[in-house]
C-alpha cells in the first residue's frame, strides 16, 4: 500500500517532466499566450477525471488524473516564467517573476483550508481535486485581451508591428523604439551562434555553465527538503497540541499563510536585494535550519510538548519562510534570465524536467527515507543545502537590472569561453542603458 500511495502521488511529477519536455516546442509553434491557453484543455481534463472518480468508483481516474493535472502543471511551469520574463521591463522583471508564486501560494492556502473545513468528507473529497478546473475556466475568459510575448512577435513570428503594439502594451509608454532596438540587438547576436538544439545546448561550451546553473537552482526547490518539513510539521504540531485536530488545522493553514507572506514580500524586495544574495542567503539559512531541527527533534520528548519542540516548530516555519523568499521563488526568474531568445525556451523547459524529476525522486522515497532515517534525515537535507549555498556563492551571477544580452555576456567576461568556443560570436557587447524605462 505505501508503494502504490508513493507511486500515485509521485506520477504528478511523471506528467509534469514530460509537460516541461512539450512546453519548448508549445511555445515556439504557438507562442506564449496560444500554448498558455490550449494547455488548458489538459486542467480541464483532468479536473473531469478526478470529479468522476467517485462516481464510477475507480482509482484508476484519479492516477489519470494526476498524469494529465502534472502534464499541464510541467508546461505551464516552463512557460509563465518565460511569458513573463519577455513581457517585464528589467527594473520589474524579479517583482513581475515572484507573481506566479504568491498566487501559487494563495492556491495552497486555498486548498488547504477547502480541505480541512469545507470539503473534508467521504462525499466531497473528489470536488476538491476537481476544482483545478475552474481556474482555469477562468484562465481561459481573461487571459486572451492580453498580448502575446513582443519578443516572440518580434523575432519569432516576424511581426514587427504586433510586437510594438504588445511592448506599448506591457510597458505603459507609446515610445518603445529603445526596447525594440535591444530585442533586435539581441537576435543578431544570437544569429552569430549556430542554430539551437538539443545536441548543440550541451555540446556548446557557451551554454554549459548556464545550464549548469539552470539545472541545480531549479533541482534545489525539490531538494532542500521541504516535503519533509511539511510532514514532521504535522507530527511536531501534534506534539505540540495532542488530540486537538482544530488547532492543529489552523497550524498546518498556518504554514501556507507562512509561504504566501513571504512570496508576497518577495515581490517587493526582489529587485532591490537581487537574486544572487537572496538565493545564497536563503540556502545557507536552510542548512543550519535543518540541522537544529535534527537536534531538536532527537532532544524532544515524545511524549509531549517541552522547549525542543517549540524549537523545532519556530525553525519548521523559518525554513518554509526562506524556501519561499529563497529557492521556492528565485530559481524560477533567473533561470530564464539567464538565456537569450534563441535557446530560452529549450533550456527552461530542460530544467523545469530536472525540478519535476527531483520531485518524482523525493516524493517516491521518502516514505521509506523517512522509516529509514527518522528525524535524521534532515542531516541529509542540511549537506545538500551547504552543496547548493557553495555553489552560489562560486558560480551563481547577478542579474538584476540586466538586459537578457548583458547577463550572456557574464558568462564571457569571467573567462570561461573563446572565441572558438562561442562559434564565432565575439566578446563585443554593446550595454543597453535603462533609457525609457525610468
Known amino acids: ?239 505540540i497540541w495532542p488530540n486537538d485536530t482544530k488547532t492543529i488545522n489552523y497550524a498546518i493553514l498556518g504554514t501556507g499563510l507562512a509561504e504566501a507572506v513571504s512570496s508576497f514580500t518577495n515581490i517587493f524586495i526582489i529587485d532591490r536585494v537581487g537574486r544572487r544574495p537572496l538565493l545564497l542567503y536563503t540556502c545557507a539559512c536552510m542548512a543550519v535550519l535543518n540541522g537544529i531541527i535534527t537536534l531538536s527533534l532527537n532532544l524532544s520528548n515524545p511524549n509531549h510538548a517541552d522547549g525542543w519542540t517549540y524549537v523545532s516548530l519556530i525553525c519548521i516555519y523559518c525554513s518554509i519562510v526562506a524556501f519561499s523568499l529563497g529557492p521556492g521563488n528565485v530559481s524560477y526568474i533567473l533561470t530564464p534570465e539567464l538565456w537569450t531568445q534563441g535557446p530560452r525556451p529549450l533550456a527552461v523547459g530542460l530544467a523545469v524536467q530536472v525540478q519535476w524529476w527531483s520531485n518524482f525522486l523525493v516524493t517516491l522515497i521518502f516514505p521509506f527515507l523517512q522509516t529509514a532515517m527518522d528525524a535524521y534525515m534532515f542531516l541529509l537535507f542540511m549537506a545538500i543545502m551547504v552543496y547548493y549555498t557553495v555553489f552560489v556563492y562560486f558560480l551563481v551571477p547577478e542579474t538584476k537590472m540586466k538586459s537578457f544580452e548583458e547577463i550572456v555576456a557574464q558568462f564571457r567576461l569571467r573567462g570561461k569561453y573563446t572565441e572558438k568556443d562561442n562559434h564565432g560570436v565575439t566578446d563585443d557587447k554593446t550595454e543597453m542603458g535603462d533609457v525609457g524605462q525610468n
Not at 505505501?2 to 516546442?25: K, Q, S
Not at 511555445?27 to 464510477?56: E, P
Not at 501560494?105 to 473529497?125: A, E, K, P, R, Y
Not at 552569430?192 to 555553465?209: A, H, M
Request: hydrophobic share 50%; charged share 15%.
Open 1 to 239: 500500500m505505501d508503494w502504490l500511495w508513493a507511486t500515485t502521488v509521485a506520477l504528478f511529477a511523471v506528467g509534469g517532466a514530460f509537460g516541461a519536455l512539450a512546453a519548448p516546442p508549445i511555445c515556439d509553434i504557438l507562442g506564449r499566450k496560444y500554448g498558455l491557453l490550449l494547455v488548458n484543455v489538459f486542467s480541464i481534463s483532468g479536473a473531469l477525471m478526478f470529479g468522476g472518480s467517485k462516481f464510477a468508483n475507480s482509482f484508476e481516474l484519479v492516477v489519470m488524473g494526476r498524469i494529465v493535472i502534472g502534464f499541464y502543471c510541467g508546461i505551464t511551469m516552463a512557460a509563465v516564467p518565460l511569458f513573463i520574463s519577455e513581457i517585464s521591463p528589467k527594473k520589474y522583471r524579479g517583482a513581475l517573476g515572484c507573481a506566479p508564486k504568491f498566487l501559487l501560494s494563495i492556491g495552497i492556502l486555498m486548498s488547504q483550508g477547502l480541505g480541512i473545513f469545507v470539503l473534508n468528507t467521504d462525499d466531497t473529497w473528489h470536488y476538491l481535486l476537481a476544482v483545478t478546473g475552474l481556474f482555469s475556466v477562468i484562465h481561459l475568459i481573461m487571459f486572451p485581451p492580453c498580448p502575446d510575448s513582443p519578443r516572440w512577435l518580434l523575432i519569432t513570428a516576424k511581426k514587427p508591428t504586433a510586437a510594438k503594439k504588445a511592448l506599448q502594451t506591457y510597458y505603459g509608454v507609446d515610445d518603445v523604439t529603445w526596447a525594440m532596438e535591444e530585442i533586435l540587438h539581441e537576435h543578431k547576436e544570437e544569429m552569430k551562434e549556430e542554430r539551437v538544439t538539443l545536441k548543440s545546448l550541451f555540446s556548446n561550451k557557451l551554454y554549459r555553465q548556464p545550464l549548469l546553473i539552470s539545472f541545480t537552482v531549479m533541482s534545489s526547490v525539490q531538494l532542500c527538503g521541504l516535503p519533509a518539513l511539511y510532514q514532521y510539521a504535522i507530527y511536531v504540531f501534534g506534539m
